[in-house]
């Protein structure tokens, strides 16, 4: 009994340690600001990778574009961020 309790502990810090990499990470290389002058092309662009993104199982760099893409109003980047929070996603 103990021995699975540690071995789920020692999952869940993997886990842990895992998430707080991929934060640091994302801060560091992935969080750059979008340019604010996007124009509709620029945007459809940019929504096309976080939909490539998002299909290949990158939640967090598909959150990171969507969210982006949200704040300025792209409506369709608006929906799938709303998707992502309601699967669990972001």
């Known amino acids: 009994m103990l021995k699975t309790i540690v071995k789920a ?3 869940i ?3 842990v340690k895992f998430c707080l990499a991929l934060a640091m ?3 560091v290389f992935g969080c750059a600001p979008l340019p604010q002058n996007n ?3 620029e945007m459809d662009t ?3 990778h976080g ?3 998002y299909s290949s199982k990158d ?3 598909s959150l990171i574009v969507f969210r982006q893409l949200a704040d300025r109003g792209y409506a369709p980047a608006q929906y799938n961020l ?3 929070y309601d699967n669990g996603h972001g």
């Open 39 to 41: 124009t509709a092309t």
């Open 82 to 84: 709303g998707v992502m």
């Open 46 to 48: 940019l929504y096309a």
């Open 13 to 15: 810090t993997r886990q």
């Open 9 to 11: 502990f020692d999952l």
């Open 25 to 27: 990470l994302c801060v």
């Open 51 to 53: 939909l490539a993104a």
């Open 59 to 61: 939640y967090a760099a």
